[in-house]
Every structure is written in structure tokens, then in C-alpha cells.
């Protein structure tokens, strides 16, 4: 049974969705039907937190969780909270070096970009005055060099998120998180990257 870690921020716990409609549980239900066994051991996301949160309050977690998989999915809140890139790249690079100290090998660790909240209704409300598609995509492009430093796969989601703008469907109840339906896009993306890591 492979025991998987599910890191991040409200991306990961699902704000505004049951359990049950999250991506990992998704995730982790079609990997159980197609013949991958594995659980979800930890899930110490909270939303708000960013990179600094999850080294100080989500790695501890992680590294009692034992687990032998884990996804990453941070940096949103970095960015609303005017984290400097600099120090947004040095946190993304410590947190995958302490998560790969407890990984098998760096395949078993599949980090996700950041999704465009800017595609939401309530998002500008956040924005600072700044372009949010612009800013994260910078941020975004930070994960994708790091991820390619540490031979990581990466998927992004942040075209696929920002059709959000045009289907109130795909936005949760409080107009700035996903809905249980754009979950289910996610994880269509991201279940084909997780199983091929997964060596089935």
C-alpha cells in the first residue's frame, strides 16, 4: 500500500468542497480502481498558508506521515502576501529537498503548479493592484525551473483553471475557490502524471 502525503494550501484540502470531492481523494479512488494501492496518510493543508507556513506547521507532519509519495501544491498565498520571488525560489527549493530527504526517489514527488484565482469573481478583490495572471505565471515559472533542477514532474494547471472566468460552475460557493467540478478537471490532468510516476 503506498502511503501518500497531500501538501499544500486550500488548493489541496479542498476549500469549500466535502472530502470526498477533493483532487487527491479523487486522485487516489481512480488510482485504487485501476490497480494502484494507496492511501492518503496525511493531508496537512490549510488555507492561507504559504510556503513559510508549510515548512514551519506541514513538514513536521510530513515527515512523521512516513509516506512514501507525496504532491505539492503552494505558493499562491506567497504571492498575495507579497512574498519576494527570491524567497518564494529558496522556500520551493527547501521544501522539495526536505521532501525528497523522505521520498523514496525524486518520481515520488509530483508537484502542481499554481491555479489562477484572477479567473474568479471574487480574485481581483485580492490582487493588490497587480496583475494577478502575470504574477503567478512568474511564480509558476519559478516551480518549473526548480522542478526541473530536481528531475520532478510538474503539471500545470493554470490554463486549465482559468476557464473558471467562463463557467460560474467551475467557482465554489464563496466565488474564489474551485468548485467541486473544476476538482474533477484537475484531477484528470494530474491522475495521468501521478500513475506513470507510480511505475504501473
Known amino acids: 500500500m503506498i502511503r501518500y502525503a497531500a501538501i499544500g494550501d486550500s488548493y489541496t ?4 468542497v466535502e472530502e470526498e470531492e477533493r483532487w487527491p481523494n479523487l486522485m487516489v479512488r481512480h488510482l485504487n480502481e485501476n490497480g494502484i494501492a494507496i492511501e492518503i496518510v496525511a493531508n496537512p493543508s490549510v488555507t492561507g498558508w504559504t510556503t513559510q507556513d508549510l515548512i514551519d506547521k506541514e513538514l513536521p507532519i510530513f515527515r512523521e506521515s512516513n509516506a ?3 504532491t505539492l501544491l503552494i505558493g499562491v498565498n506567497d504571492w498575495v502576501q507579497k512574498v519576494s520571488e ?6 520551493m527549493k527547501f521544501i522539495i529537498e526536505e521532501m525528497l530527504k523522505k521520498l523514496p526517489s525524486p518520481k515520488r514527488l509530483v508537484v502542481v ?3 489562477d484565482f484572477g479567473a474568479t469573481p471574487a480574485g481581483p478583490a485580492f ?3 497587480k496583475d494577478i495572471s502575470a504574477g503567478l505565471a512568474r511564480f509558476n515559472s519559478i516551480i518549473m525551473q526548480e ?6 514532474a510538474c503539471v500545470d494547471i493554470f490554463e486549465l483553471s482559468q476557464e473558471m472566468k467562463n463557467d460560474p460552475t467551475l467557482v ?4 474564489l475557490h474551485p468548485s467541486a467540478k473544476e476538482y474533477v478537471l484537475w484531477e484528470e490532468v494530474i491522475y ?9
Open 172 to 175: 465554489a460557493p464563496d466565488g
Open 13 to 16: 484540502i479542498g476549500e469549500n
Open 147 to 152: 522542478c526541473e533542477n530536481y528531475d520532478l
Open 68 to 70: 512514501d509519495f507525496a
Open 127 to 129: 490582487s493588490g493592484g
Open 192 to 200: 495521468p502524471v501521478v500513475a506513470s510516476q507510480l511505475d504501473y
Open 113 to 115: 503548479t499554481i491555479p
Open 86 to 91: 527570491e524567497k518564494f525560489r529558496a522556500n
